[in-house]
Nanobody, 116 residues
């Protein structure tokens, strides 16, 4: 079955960096776009970034543009989110998402905490 497994979260100081990974299995990863979302306590889940199947086009939320970079390695069935210049307001659980055969699949999420 479709599985998405995030990793790479943790505690980082403001201004620091983290790279999240999303390992995909159970479907042909290279034929579907993927995206990263985040959900902070008490807030709705929001889109962070999206990347096309081939990785040739990306979309970012305005709040992360210029600081975050989404990428993918289709040979490894893995997507990434490089996060630089992190701010306390980036604190959230980060999820990867793929829509496969009209079904929305989410990973379990990885916690990112930005604090001094």
């Amino acid at each position: 079955q479709v599985q998405l497994v995030e990793s790479g979260g943790g505690l980082v100081q403001p201004g620091g960096s983290l790279r999240l990974s999303c390992a995909a299995s159970g479907f042909t990863f290279s034929t579907y776009p993927m995206s990263w979302y985040r959900q902070a306590p008490g807030k709705e889940r929001e889109l962070v970034a999206l990347i096309t199947r081939a990785g040739d086009s990306t979309v970012y939320a305005s709040s992360v543009k210029g600081r975050f970079t989404i990428s993918r390695d289709n040979a490894k069935n893995t997507g990434y989110l490089q996060m630089n210049s992190l701010k306390p307001e980036d604190t959230a659980v980060y999820y990867c998402k793929a829509i496969v055969a009209s079904y929305v699949h989410w990973g379990q999420g990885t916690q990112v905490t930005v604090s001094s």
